[in-house]
């Protein structure tokens, strides 16, 4: 047992020291190999790290909060000792990106604080985040100045942000109690809710999950076969000196672990290195940034990937070794080359089409209990059946094709003696492609729901007055601001009637309530009553009553106002206008309310001409004058933030994905090129002429790109309808976004090709005749 | 090969006896066929004549009177230009081998018969000769490897032939 | 070490059928090796030379027909089994790429003996004596890719040598030397061989290395033929 022992132990070894030694193509087979594992590592470790980072950005966000929506728990309850804070939270846009913050007015010296603020701002301060307090001397903040005139008194700290570059800001501001969404803060910090998921969003994240996990497995399994020609000529010498198919098997494994474990080492020193990096990372798509201290792998998963990648890689070692086992001759004879079988290859993508089947609609609405691992196991093995079909694929067209050109001679009859690695390389970018068209499927419906499109650009503004004319005087400002588009502004105030019945009263300039009504004469202090709804039965009050006017300016305080109806100036028609006006019995001019004081929230809406950022800056700074009352909203997608951040995140998954498998077929070509580097130096020295060699490569990887095109395609939609009918949807497919998907792997190809041509230049010159 | 021109370069390393000469000559060329007493003195009488050689000396004593021979400087021009004239370069075309094949072909034998036999018979040749190759000394290495060289040109055209024979018999054949 | 087991053949093949796709490599060969010999197996490119060799050796199956080694029918055994037999029984020298490029050329002589499950200090040392008996102890610690092409075939006759095998499979030994490191190699071969008593199959094409053996097989399309000459 333990001779035994020491004989694998032995083999292991040998093993080990076959990959660490042989010069310089040992040691750049391994560096290959390290590379190819590394990068795929730290994808793995980073996508381990997602959960984590979320996390920690959502706890810092909840800690910092002063509501969480409720409005049911929108009190807090008194905290004894405590001078509680009137707070509410404003939010504003620059530059595409959000800004967000807090208004804040305290009531007496033992305030709370809020996270990474030292004191909280009185009146005329604030304490900005450091991105925004530099944006806002930035050049390019001309525009965004004039809004943050406040002295500073310091900066949020990291423990107050959720990301290093997010804009954030505390204002003092002396009038928080009583405008919109106010809250007494007794203490920041509410607990944090966990989202919950539709069963669409669920099957979009393990869809996008699986889409960009599949291939980083993929890739580092084609790493770990690199220059497996060189190997199988190495082991098929072992076997030729007695050692037996355990022994090699046992050696080859050896040598695989050692790549693996090499390439584990630069997975975590790259994956190191991102992690220093990422906070200086200001792409819009991370908008506030990422701190390096939020990136901390899940440890049971990053366990679960150092103990995972060695054995994968080991393990497809071994599994290749299959031929050079039966035969130790492995390279001396050539004649027992056997064709690919393809019913193992079909059981991963049958069993996925099986165990999607079985689940039609269960994911319409809610998550079905009892779905999910059917449903991401069904993913993932038709993602997996990719890489495993192509090459039997490849083969099969390829035995088919001759003739032509020398150029595209000499890749035919290449790839037929040997298509596995051409399909393998490509492989990676065909799972990408398959996630990818069944992805953008998925984001069909769930964009239709989830971020609805809108139609014309507008902005709306609202803001609490004191009285009419200031209310008013916010329309004027507006309609100052150059590049606006038409702007309607009204009111809203209640009537309460002798009988104690509310009814509407909607309060605009005639321009405006020409638009709302058909009315035809209209001046200043006209009120006109409105054809009630039919089947409603409002009684509208009559000229000389006297009754009470009700507001509800700052959103929740209720102001009142004695007010004698003015002579009716006449009866019109209502016409399909917005909501303002919706349930008004009576249209008024503000001069009809003259002398009345009553604090009323006017709301405005300013057209834009499309997305016109300098316009909407210089209407928030138009309200600049009105303190922090007034509120503007950009009114473009309204987006469900859980649906946005799985885009995200989807958005940047894709991009990394798409690059490594770019740099996967860079990394298995270059590997290509200098195992055959004999092979070409002998073409050149034959006087094949360079561009014809150039055409060959990129024929050899067009003619798999070509088959792995249409076989992501079948494959990418096949999982697109089994995920709809799972999901209950209707199939919609967006052709041009999936030519597009289809162009970018096909450049991904050709392009990693063309980095190619440099050392095939090199291998081909007559010097690669000495190899060896 | 000149007997006369490969004494001469014998003498070059140094005056010596005619019976000297003979030992010094089969140990180096004679392996198959030694020289025999009459031919060396014949030759080098000629020799003395042509005035190539010249007597050193006589050495009187018990027995016959021995001659020691030198090489004169006429001799030792011959030598030198006998070194730098390369060979003829003799084909062998109508050698006995290919006679027999012919022979055998023409008579309906079986002409890979001839052939295997030759090879046989050759390689049985050349077996001795590596023998004493792998025991003998740098010169024996050299003379048996020039007869090896040559027997291996023989098969390798024997191989050729073998694998011509259809050709060959059809050509042969009326 | 008394090889000769009731007096019988050491190797033997008894019509070898072998066909790689629908081309028959051997058709019927037969061939007898006692222990000690040299045989040469000669014969024209694609005569099935080294076809016989890979059958005789064990790393071919035969179609059909029978390969004995020491009286055990080769062809039936495991995978395992053979395996072993080639690490102890055996020795390979061929024409090139039997070394190890990654492994310097010490550690390629001592590779046999470390698969048997020898410790690595005993292999090598068993190594470098034949490396010095094979006059190539100089390269002992280079790589294969670094030596000359004769020197590379030393230390290839050195591991096939180094187990004590009983036969030794030279497949064109001295095909890619000029013929002073082919005689040099062929004589360190055949003495050595001699020395330790194996057996040699030694397959060329060229009469001069076939000078070396004590008799010739030819092969010719697939099929052997033997000649006696009538002494």
Redesign the interface.
Known sequence: MI?RM??WW??LM?GI??AV???R??WGRLALTAIGVGLGVTVLLAATSVGNMLQARDDRGYARSISNGDPNQARQTPVAGVDPVYAAQRTDQFAGRDITGYIVQKTGPNAPLAPGVDRLPDPGEMVLSPALAEMLNAPGGDLLRPRYTERAIGAVGPEGLTGPHELFFYVGVSDVADQHEAVRVYRFGVPSVPTKLTGLLWLLIVLGAAALLVPVVVFVASSARLAAAARD??LA???????????VRRIAAGEAFVGALTGLLVGVVLFLIGRSLVPNLTVPALRGGIFSADISPNWILATLIVVAVPLLAVAVATFSLRRVIIE??G???R??NQRRRLWWRLVPPVLGIGLLATQGGRLRNELTAGSELPVAAGIVLLLAAVPLVLPWIVERVVARLAGGSPAWQLAIRRLQLDSGTPARVVGGVAVVLTGAIALQAMFIPATTEYAPAVGEPKMYVSMPSADLRTAFSLEDKLRKVPGAGQIDAGAFAEVRNGDGGLLGMYIANCDDLRRSAAITSCSDGDVFAVDPPPGANPVAPTAGQRVTLESYAGGSTTNVAQWTVPAITGKVRRQQHGQATEGSVLYATPAALAGVSLPIDVEATVQLSASDDVVVQHVRNALVPYGWRATAFAGTAIVSGTFWLIGEVLTIGSVITLLLAAASLLVVALEQIRERRRALAVLTANGVKRSVLARSLLWQSAVPIAVAVVVAMVIGLTLTGLLLYVSGQPLVLDWPAMALFVGTAVVAVLASTGCTLPSLWRAASVEGLRD? | MSIGLTLLGLLETGPRHGYDLKRAYDEHFGQDRPLHYGQVYSTLSRLLRDGLVEVDGVEVGEGPERKRYAITSAGVTDVHDWLITPERPEPYLHSTLYTKVVLALMSGRSAAEVLDVQRASHLETMRGLTRRKLTGDLADQLICDHALFHLEADLRWLELTAARLDQLAKEVRP | MSAEIDGGPLLEAVDVHKA??PTPALDGAAIRLWPGEVVAVMGPSGSGKSTLL?CLAG??RPDSGTVYYRGAELSSMS??AR??????D?G?V?QF????????CL?NVA??L????QRRREAERAATEWLERLEVADVANK?P?ETSGGQGQRVAVA?ALVTGPKVVFADEPTGALDSLNGERVMKLLVNAAKDTGAAVVLVTHEARVAAYSDREVVVRDGRTRQVELAQ
């Open positions: 001779v020491f004989r032995q083999d040998l020291r076959l030694s042989g010069g193509a040992g000529r190495r010498a072992l076997r030729l000196v007695g050692a037996d198919g355990d022994q130790p001759l390279v001396v004879r004649a027992h060896e | 790689f796709g890979h790393i071919l995978d395992v395996s072993e037999l080639r690490r102890t055996f390979f061929f790429g039997q070394l190890v490029p990654e492994l310097t550690e590779l046999p470390r698969l048997g499950g790589r890719g591991r």
